[in-house]
């Protein structure tokens, strides 16, 4: 299992940034372009969205851009010890199971964010705090979890983005792989390995391509 996941994680890294691979997602983190820090989503909407009649009709300023608000039905928290973060995206469907979240976060982030589709299950938790350190330890600067976490209040004090549905203290088992780096939809969002995403208190915005600062 460890095998394949890292080996479908640096794949699909490599097919989706093209040219360099992982290496030029290596250069990007290194060049400041995608480090850690504030990420105004409100302001960046402005920007590459305009209004809701925008997003209603399908046609924000900037092609490709989505929207994923944190309102009902489906409502996300902070958990870690970062609110605002942004980075190329990592994804992983994992339900009630996590052994692939670890695997992927056991190779470098450079400053990507690991979105985990676990199907909006709150039976379990995918995500805690030896997840959050190994994380903080390779360098991913977000998590995002459609499902639940466990150890809040360590993940708190995590210099780590963790945004997720809602916390249970029951560990995942560890006995059914997912499935990484193919598209994951919740919220009416659909989020691609190797777009870009920032993400701060109102919400998340994606886009296949990086956006400047407004």
């Not at 985990?116 to 991913?140: E, H, P, T």
Request: a positive charge; glycine letters at 14%.
């Amino acid at each position: 299992l460890h095998s394949f996941s890292r080996s479908k994680m640096l794949t699909s890294a490599m097919a989706i940034i093209g040219g360099g691979g992982l290496a030029r997602v290596r250069a990007l983190a290194t060049s400041g372009r995608f480090a850690r820090g504030r990420a105004h989503v409100a302001d960046l909407c402005d920007v590459h969205v305009g209004d809701v009649s925008n997003l209603s009709d399908g046609t924000p300023h900037t092609h490709g851009v989505r929207v994923l608000a944190f309102a009902p039905p489906l409502c996300f928290h902070d958990y870690g010890g970062l609110t605002q973060f942004q980075g190329l995206i990592e994804t992983v469907v994992a339900r009630d199971s996590n052994p692939s979240v670890r695997a992927i976060l056991t190779g470098p982030g450079y400053g990507r964010v690991l979105v985990i589709d676990g199907l909006g299950s709150n039976r379990c938790a995918l995500f805690g705090d030896q997840l959050g350190k190994l994380a903080v330890l390779n360098g991913w600067a977000g998590i995002i979890v459609n499902g639940t976490v466990r150890d809040s209040a360590a993940l708190r004090l995590t210099q780590l983005g963790v945004k997720a549905i809602g916390t249970n203290p029951v560990k995942s088992h560890k006995g059914e792989p997912g499935l990484i780096g193919e598209p994951v939809t919740f919220g009416g969002v659909t989020f691609r390995s190797g777009e870009w995403l920032a993400a701060d208190e109102d919400g998340v915005i994606i886009s296949p391509t990086l956006l400047g600062p407004p």
